[in-house]
């Protein structure tokens, strides 16, 4: 057993590792060869996020859902996502994340980086129900790359999103007193970048926080149907109306 394995098996502990089918059905260009991409986002879990979450997972090629596996499917934007027919979960029940391209790139942000960050957000929260106490007693949603989700690095030259570790959530620790994020550009707990946001419930119900006023106006023009922030709070359909045609 290698030392990897120990620690993911202390660490998080999902008892899995899960497939992960990524295929994609997007008419536009991604600005990146799919199969390069998919080895960089392999690259990205074992070598960047697996340390510090302890969320393995195996990234595969595929042509549309595969039976028992999660998925990762590249669209050209929510409408198509509407048509196609599916919603949050794979026909199987199973977590799934959506890239829509079009929409991406219509408001000057990067493919690997959405589906980075995509990625990120469905390892550690699955089932899109995880929450933390943060300041004020709001709740925090468990996602990992909201509010830095405008900081970017790189893997063998392809554009990787920024992402938040679990000290980030933890109210007790002290300013500069852990790592935050990947980037250190965190230096607090519940801190959002001048680029990020975040999902929070307060007032009964779920609405977002911004960084900056910059972000919030960047937001809002934004298309987030099919996003995983939309399902936040919501009871999710428990399989999809039909396969990926």
Known sequence: MTARSRFIAAAFDHGQIPTIACFNSATADLGVDFDRLLAVLQTFVDDHFVPVWGTPAKLVKATTFRKDAWALAFLDDADVANALGYHDLTPDGLPLSKVFVKSTLAVGQKVSVTACHEL?????????????????????????????????????????????????????????????????????????????????????????????????????????????????GRTRRMRASRRLR
């Open 120 to 232: 990120a957000e469905m390892l550690v929260d699955p089932a899109i129900n995880l929450a933390a106490t943060g300041p004020g007693n709001v709740f925090y949603a468990y996602e990992t790359a909201d509010a830095v989700e405008e900081i970017e690095f790189s893997i063998s030259g392809i554009a990787m999103s920024d992402f938040v570790y679990p000290a980030w959530f933890e109210g007790f620790r002290k300013p500069g007193s852990a790592q935050f994020d990947h980037e250190k550009k965190v230096t607090r707990p519940f801190q959002i970048l001048s680029g990020g946001y975040m999902s929070v419930f307060k007032d009964g119900q779920w609405t977002q926080i911004f960084g900056s006023p910059a972000k919030a106006k960047r937001f809002a023009r934004e298309d987030r149907r099919g996003h995983r922030s939309t399902y936040r």
